[in-house]
């Protein structure tokens, strides 16, 4: 029975990876628990296993007294002496008890506190298991779907994918494999709670990792990452060898690297770009393909301000902004991206009075300028019908900036109470609309 019971211990501890200490140590506890509800719950108690021969010995210790008033403390001194000949008065004496028969209650009772224990220290171990992972790419099965979070199978344990994690195009179902970052290890009351993520800016720089070997060496560096899940990706990597490319590095051989990484985000564009300590020369490669003509640095505001050929700044803006967003966040700085046009208009005089219109944007400025309406009197002796064929902007909006121009000339103040309506706004913003698909491109 003894050997049965070391080879238990054994096994458990093995399998289940529990420190052998704290398995005896609830095993300890659950017989005492089972003895006291046997026997009486004030016995002074001490259970103790031999490991040599995988035994529990269970001893009761009594006070040797003159007179006994209570049989689970107390032991009286003839009593005692027949046990230990040398006992005296004030002595605590143990007794070995006889455990084997506790009866079936004591016995439940005890294997539920070595359960309780042994989930405790199991869940103990899967805890520091999985934080010490955290920041590395795990693989598991789709188990199921709760509340819009998706329950992935770890194997020894269970995570979750909360919607908030998940990039938005992608979709599963259960029995799918998964693979995602770990970015947290929660204690709960039932189990720990592994929090992985797929949308995270570290799970595209873990793929590289597991794919690009002169990264995981240490010869090309990831930079910066900027992300929109889903979309569109940008990477800046540098090497510290002269002989690597650290952009060749990350694409492969005829794009094999990069294509493995961007078949597991399900489509998502990236764009790895070469990492440089100038913010002047970061830029340029940030925000290609697009190419810049001047970037003026203002290292006080942390901005940027990149001017490219007209016909690039659609590219450089990118559909909704993406492209100068994504380069924006990568460096850490503020991106104004300008047209050759618009920074040339912006150096003119008579052009900065134009945008001292309340009602004009920078699109409207620019129609205007460029149809010969270039000052403030040109604008103000114009007549609607010419604004509104020549600039293409709606005759509501004509005839506000045409009166606010006559009010600037004259030096009088602008009250705007009747000029800026709704109606003109709404104007206005579906000019600057317009404007704004006119950059951006199909």
């Not at 000949?85 to 506190?113: H, W």
């Not at 993406?322 to 991206?337: P, S």
């Not at 030096?411 to 609309?433: H, I, K, P, T």
Request: proline fraction near 4%; glycine fraction near 6%.
């Amino acid at each position: 029975m003894a050997t049965e019971l070391k080879r238990t211990i054994d096994q458990v501890c093995k399998e289940k990876g529990i420190d052998k200490n704290v398995l005896i140590t609830a095993l300890e506890e659950a017989i005492k628990s089972a003895v006291k509800k046997r026997y009486g719950a004030n016995l002074d108690l001490e259970v103790s296993y031999n490991d040599l021969v995988g035994d529990l010995e269970v001893f009761q210790y009594r006070t040797v007294v003159d007179k006994v008033q209570d049989p689970e403390l107390e032991i009286s001194l003839d009593e005692a002496k027949e046990l230990d000949p040398e006992s005296e008065l004030g002595d605590s004496l143990g007794t070995k008890m006889d455990i084997s028969n506790l009866g079936r209650i004591a016995a439940q009772s005890a294997r539920q506190v070595i359960l309780q224990k042994m989930k405790s220290a199991e869940q103990d171990v899967i805890y520091d298991e999985f934080r010490d992972r955290i920041g590395q790419i795990v693989n598991g099965i789709v188990q199921r779907f709760e509340r819009g979070s998706i329950i992935v199978n770890l194997g020894r344990t269970e995570a979750i994918l909360p919607s908030s994690e998940q990039v938005p195009s992608e979709s599963w179902r259960r029995g799918d494999r998964i693979r995602a970052l770990i970015v947290d290890v929660r204690k709960s009351t039932r189990e720990p709670q592994v929090v992985i993520s797929r949308s995270h800016p570290d799970f595209l720089v873990k793929l590289f990792e597991l794919e690009v070997p002169e990264i995981s060496e240490g010869i090309v560096r990831i930079m910066g990452v900027a992300r929109e899940p889903g979309s569109r990706s940008k990477i800046a990597v540098s090497s510290s060898d002269s002989d690597v490319d650290p952009v060749g590095a990350c694409v492969g051989m005829r794009g094999s690297r990069v294509q493995a990484i961007v078949q597991e985000l399900r489509g998502e564009k990236i764009d790895i770009i070469p990492w440089n300590p100038d913010p002047v020369k970061y830029v340029f490669n940030a925000l290609a393909p697009a190419e810049c003509s001047k970037v003026i640095v203002d290292e006080g505001e942390g901005t940027l301000e990149v001017i490219v050929p007209d016909d690039q700044l659609s590219l450089a803006i990118g559909r909704q902004g993406q492209n100068v967003r994504l380069a924006a966040k990568l460096m850490g700085w503020k991106i104004d991206v300008k047209s050759e046009t618009r920074y040339a208009h912006l150096q003119d005089p008579n052009y900065l009075e134009l945008l001292k219109l309340p009602s004009i944007s920078e699109n409207v400025a620019d129609k205007l300028f460029d149809n010969g309406f270039d000052t403030l009197n040109a604008l103000k002796d114009a007549k609607v019908e010419e604004v509104v064929e020549k600039a293409r902007i709606p005759s509501a909006l004509a005839e506000t900036l045409i009166q606010e121009a006559k009010t600037l000339t004259q030096g009088d103040e602008y009250e705007g109470s009747e000029l800026a309506s709704m109606e003109n706004a709404d104007q206005l913003a579906q000019v600057e609309e317009t404007a704004q698909v006119g950059e951006e491109g199909a």
